[in-house]
């Protein structure tokens, strides 16, 4: 049986393509992208939480610095956005530090720098 968040990764995969040949790229900003996956989500009847701030707890004290995260999807994926020719891998170490704070277990960096997205999509998992 396969994982619910690989379902909703399959969804969000079908979205950002769609958004990539719809608006084109690269070269737009990683917001115009975001915001576009974002409406494509909304539009299949999928919840889509943007730019959700997570607090940071370091041995107890709760920091003045939040973590921002660009998108969680059905509160099971998170969505990292990039609009950048230089990808860099430190995106995904960033993604997986995301996962490992919430407890969720996929994230998905989609870069929309790429000339075609689908080699832009880099999957994150933690204990799937």
Known sequence: MEKPENQIAGTIVECAIEVHRTLGGPGL?????????????????????????????????????????DMIVQNLVIVENKA?????????????TYLRLTGMKLGLVINFGERLVKDGI?????NL
């Open 122 to 126: 880099h999957r994150v998992v933690n």
């Open 29 to 69: 900003l990683e917001s115009v992208y975001e915001e576009a996956l974002e409406w494509e989500l909304n539009h299949r009847g999928i919840q889509v939480q943007q730019q959700v701030t997570l607090p940071v707890v370091y041995k107890g004290v709760t920091l003045r610095g939040p973590l921002m995260i």
């Open 84 to 96: 950048t020719t230089q990808y860099n891998e430190i995106f995904e170490c960033q993604t997986l």
